[in-house]
C-alpha cells in the first residue's frame, strides 16, 4: 500500500500515474458527421487531390495570362469573350489568342486559360451573354492568379491527419469534402462514478440534519462528457468495507475506469484505499498530492484502468478531477496533450497568500478595470460549490512561490 500522504507535485503524480495508465481502447468506425470531439485512432489519407480540378477564386474572365501583359486603366487589354463556363460542369470553351471565357467563383476554368481576370477590374463593350463580344481588361493578371490548382488544398495520398487527432468542425468538413463519410476513432472510456457516505443522499431527496446532496457525482460526469467519455453512475455506496469493495469491484469490471468520490478524508471511516488496493495490481500509486485543494487525493490503478477516489469536498473533487481524471480519460482515447483552453493573463487583485511547496489553486472572476483585465479571487471552503459557480475560471500559485503580492500579473485557466 502506498505511503498516506506521501505528497508528490501534481506533475510527478500525472508522472506516475500515466506510466501505470497502460489500457488502449479499441476503434470504432462511425459517421464522420457525427464524429465531433472524437480521437482519431489511425492516421488518414487524401484518397484524391484536393481541389479535382481548377477552379475559379472569382467571378470573371478566364483567360490567358500573357494576353493581360501591361494591361491598365488608361490602356486596357482587349479581349473577346467566347462563352461561358456553367457552375456544376466541365469547362467545354477552348481560349486561342486574346479570347476569354466568362466563370464563377467555384466554377472550372477552361485547359487554355491560365488566370482569371475578376469582372471589377473589366469594362464590357458590348451586350453580356451574347457571345462573342469585346470586354476591357483594366489590369493585368499574372499566371495561377486567382485559380485553385489541382492538389494546392491537399494531393493524393497526403496524410490529412494523424492518429490521435481530436476531431474538429473544420476537421470533419475537411473529411467529407474527400468524400470520407466514415472515419475510425477511439471508443469512447465508460467512467463508473460512486458516491460514498452516509451522510450522502440524492439531489432529488430532502437534505435533512446532517445529510447533503449528492452533487460530485453530477460535476464530475459532467467533466467526463467534455472529455470525451461517458459517465455511468453507479448511485451512492454505505460507508461499509464489504459493500464498498462488492460495488467497486462490479463497477470495474463493467467499466474502462473508476472515480469514487467523498472517500479520501483523513476520517477513520476512510476506506477507499483498501478499496483499492484490494481491487488488483499495482492498486494505489499515491495518496497525497501537493496542492490546496485536494491533498488527500487518491491515485491508482488496477489492470491498467484509473482508479480515483477523490475529496469529498466539491471544488476539491473538480480541480482533482480535472487534475487526473480529465487527462487519464483523453489519453486512453489516445490523445496524450489535452485540448488547450482558453488562458488569458490579469492582474490579480490583492494578495493571495501560499506555502512553497504546494501549487494553490483559487477561483477567480475577471472583471474589465481601466487599467485592464482584473483577476479578483474568490476565497472560499472547498465545500462551497459556489465559489466555482461565480468564476470565470482558475488561477494557479506555482508550486515554488510563497504567495502573490496584488497587481502581479497571472494566468486564469478559463472554464470551458
Same mark, same amino acid.
Given at each position: 500500500?502506498?505511503?498516506?500522504? &506521501?505528497?508528490?507535485?501534481?506533475? *510527478? ?7 501505470? =495508465? ?16 472524437? /480521437? ?28 493581360? !501583359? ?7 487589354? !482587349? ?6 463556363? #456553367? %457552375?456544376?460542369?466541365?469547362?467545354? /470553351?477552348?481560349?486561342?489568342? #486574346? ?6 467563383? #467555384?466554377?472550372?476554368?477552361? *485547359? ?38 489541382? #492538389? ?44 460514498? $457516505? ?17 452533487? &460530485? ?11 470525451? $467519455? ?21 463497477? =470495474? ?17 476512510? %476506506? ?11 492498486? /494505489?500509486? =499515491? ?30 473533487? %473538480?480541480?482533482?478531477?480535472? %487534475? ?17 483552453? $482558453? ?24 472583471? *474589465?478595470?481601466?487599467? $485592464? ?9 472547498? &465545500? ?15 508550486? &515554488? ?16
Amino acid at each position: 500500500m502506498a505511503e498516506f500522504f &506521501n505528497v508528490l507535485p501534481p506533475d *510527478e503524480a500525472r508522472a506516475l500515474l500515466f506510466h501505470h =495508465l497502460t489500457q488502449t481502447l479499441p476503434p470504432e468506425t462511425i459517421l464522420t458527421e457525427g464524429a465531433l470531439g472524437r /480521437v482519431t485512432a489511425e492516421a488518414l489519407y487524401a484518397p484524391h487531390a484536393l481541389p479535382t480540378f481548377r477552379r475559379s477564386t472569382m467571378d470573371g474572365f478566364a483567360v490567358r495570362a500573357a494576353d493581360t !501583359f501591361g494591361a491598365s486603366a488608361s490602356l486596357p487589354a !482587349f479581349l473577346t469573350v467566347v462563352g461561358e463556363v #456553367g %457552375m456544376g460542369v466541365a469547362a467545354d /470553351v477552348s481560349l486561342a489568342v #486574346g479570347e476569354a471565357a466568362v466563370v464563377h467563383t #467555384g466554377g472550372m476554368i477552361p *485547359e487554355t486559360a491560365d488566370a482569371v481576370v475578376q469582372v471589377e477590374w473589366t469594362q464590357a463593350m458590348g451586350q453580356p451573354g451574347q457571345f462573342p463580344y469585346e470586354v476591357e481588361a483594366l489590369k493585368a493578371v499574372a499566371g495561377g492568379q486567382n485559380v485553385l490548382q489541382v #492538389g494546392e488544398d491537399v494531393r493524393q495520398g497526403d496524410e490529412i491527419l494523424p492518429a490521435g487527432h481530436l476531431l474538429r468542425p473544420q476537421d470533419l468538413g475537411g473529411l467529407l469534402a474527400l468524400g470520407i463519410t466514415e472515419a475510425a476513432v477511439s471508443r469512447q472510456p465508460r467512467v463508473a462514478v460512486m458516491a460514498t $457516505g452516509d451522510e450522502v443522499v440524492a439531489p432529488s431527496e430532502t437534505a435533512g440534519p446532517g445529510r447533503i446532496r449528492d452533487i &460530485n457525482s453530477y460535476t464530475i460526469a459532467a467533466q467526463i462528457r467534455q472529455a470525451g $467519455g461517458i459517465p455511468v453512475l453507479q448511485g451512492i455506496v454505505p460507508d461499509k468495507l464489504e459493500a464498498l469493495k462488492t460495488a467497486a469491484a462490479a463497477a =470495474l469490471a463493467e467499466n474502462d475506469m473508476l472515480v469514487m468520490s467523498a472517500g479520501s478524508s483523513v476520517s477513520v471511516r476512510d %476506506m477507499t484505499v483498501q478499496v483499492i488496493d484490494g481491487l488488483g495490481k499495482p492498486g /494505489v500509486l =499515491l495518496h497525497g498530492v501537493a496542492t490546496r485543494p485536494g491533498k488527500p487525493t487518491i491515485v491508482g490503478v488496477v489492470g491498467g484502468k484509473l482508479v480515483l477516489g477523490l475529496p469529498g469536498n466539491p471544488v476539491s473533487a %473538480m480541480i482533482q478531477f480535472d %487534475m487526473f481524471g480529465v487527462p487519464a480519460v483523453w489519453r486512453v482515447q489516445g490523445l496524450h496533450s489535452p485540448p488547450r483552453r $482558453g488562458i488569458v493573463k490579469a492582474k490579480v487583485s490583492q494578495n493571495i497568500a501560499s506555502e512553497s511547496g504546494r501549487e494553490d489553486y483559487v477561483p477567480a472572476r475577471l472583471e *474589465e478595470t481601466a487599467d $485592464g483585465l482584473t483577476a479578483v479571487p474568490i476565497f472560499g471552503k472547498s &465545500n462551497l460549490i459556489y465559489t466555482l459557480v461565480n468564476a470565470d475560471g482558475i488561477l494557479k500559485v506555482p508550486i &515554488n512561490k510563497s504567495g502573490l503580492e496584488a497587481g502581479e500579473v497571472v494566468e486564469v485557466r478559463l472554464f470551458d
